[in-house]
C-alpha cells in the first residue's frame, strides 16, 4: 500500500481496475505457465465439463497482481501531486487464503478490488506494520470468480528506534563487536 500504515483505512475499497480475457490470451499463458487441457484449445469430451476454454487460476492472480502493481503506482502519484509524500510498502508475508471461485472464461471481464482489513504494527520488524489484504475479483454479472487474503508489510511514518535498539544497532555495526558479543553469551 502506498499509504503510510498511519494512514490506511480499514475496510476502504481500493479499486485495482479491470481486465477482459480473451481466448487467446488464456491459451497463450497456459501453453507457458499452466499446460492442463481445460486451459488449452481443444476438442472432446474433457471440454465439454468445462464449457469450453477456461483461465488458468494462476492466470487470473497475475493479473490482479498486475493491477495491484500499476494501482498503487497510480496512487503514489496521486499523492506526490498533492504535495504528500507516498508511504512505503513493503513485501508480501504470507497468502493465508486463496480462492478460486468460478471459471474465468473468454471474454470475460474482471474487476479487481483491494480491501486492508486488519493492521496492526510488527513486533519483530520495528518501524513497520502488518496489513491483512483481501483481493476480490469479480467478472461482469458480479459472480466472484477469486478472492485472497494476503499479508503485506507497510512503514511506520512516525516510528522513532527506540534509544537502546538505536544503540546496539551501531555497535553490532562495528567490525568484529558482534564476534566479541558472542564471545560473552
Given at each position: 500500500?502506498?499509504?503510510?500504515?498511519?494512514?490506511?483505512?480499514?475496510?476502504?475499497?481500493?479499486p485495482?481496475?479491470?481486465?477482459?480475457?480473451?481466448?487467446?490470451?488464456i491459451?497463450?499463458?497456459?501453453?507457458?505457465?499452466?499446460?492442463?487441457?481445460?486451459?488449452?484449445?481443444?476438442?472432446?469430451?474433457?471440454?465439454?465439463?468445462?464449457?469450453?476454454?477456461?483461465?488458468?487460476?494462476?492466470?487470473?492472480?497475475?493479473?490482479?497482481?498486475?493491477?495491484?502493481?500499476d494501482?498503487l503506482?497510480?496512487?503514489?502519484?496521486?499523492?506526490?501531486g498533492?504535495?504528500?509524500?507516498?508511504?512505503?510498502?513493503?513485501?508480501?508475508?504470507?497468502?493465508n487464503?486463496?480462492d478460486?471461485?468460478?471459471?474465468?472464461?473468454?471474454?470475460?471481464?474482471?474487476?479487481?478490488?483491494?480491501?486492508?482489513?486488519?493492521?496492526?504494527?510488527?513486533?519483530?520488524?520495528?518501524?513497520?506494520?502488518?496489513?491483512?489484504?483481501?483481493?476480490?475479483?469479480?467478472?461482469?454479472?458480479?459472480?466472484?470468480?477469486?478472492?485472497?487474503?494476503?499479508?503485506?508489510f507497510?512503514?511506520?511514518?512516525?516510528?522513532?528506534?527506540?534509544?537502546?535498539?538505536?544503540?546496539?544497532?551501531?555497535?553490532?555495526?562495528?567490525?568484529?563487536?558482534?564476534?566479541?558479543?558472542?564471545?560473552?553469551?
Amino acid at each position: 500500500m502506498t499509504r503510510w500504515f498511519e494512514d490506511i483505512t480499514l475496510d476502504e475499497a481500493f479499486p485495482l481496475g479491470s481486465h477482459t480475457f480473451t481466448e487467446d490470451e488464456i491459451v497463450r499463458f497456459a501453453a507457458q505457465y499452466d499446460p492442463q487441457y481445460f486451459h488449452l484449445r481443444g476438442t472432446g469430451a474433457e471440454h465439454s465439463h468445462f464449457g469450453g476454454v477456461i483461465a488458468s487460476g494462476w492466470h487470473t492472480v497475475v493479473v490482479g497482481h498486475r493491477k495491484m502493481v500499476d494501482a498503487l503506482a497510480v496512487e503514489e502519484q496521486r499523492l506526490r501531486g498533492l504535495g504528500q509524500e507516498p508511504g512505503v510498502s513493503g513485501p508480501g508475508a504470507a497468502v493465508n487464503r486463496m480462492d478460486f471461485k468460478a471459471p474465468v472464461r473468454p471474454g470475460d471481464t474482471v474487476t479487481y478490488t483491494l480491501v486492508v482489513s486488519a493492521k496492526r504494527p510488527s513486533n519483530s520488524l520495528p518501524g513497520w506494520g502488518i496489513l491483512t489484504n483481501q483481493i476480490t475479483a469479480l467478472n461482469q454479472r458480479g459472480e466472484s470468480v477469486y478472492h485472497a487474503e494476503l499479508i503485506g508489510f507497510s512503514k511506520l511514518r512516525d516510528f522513532k528506534m527506540p534509544l537502546r535498539q538505536r544503540i546496539l544497532e551501531a555497535l553490532t555495526s562495528i567490525p568484529g563487536f558482534r564476534k566479541l558479543l558472542t564471545r560473552w553469551s
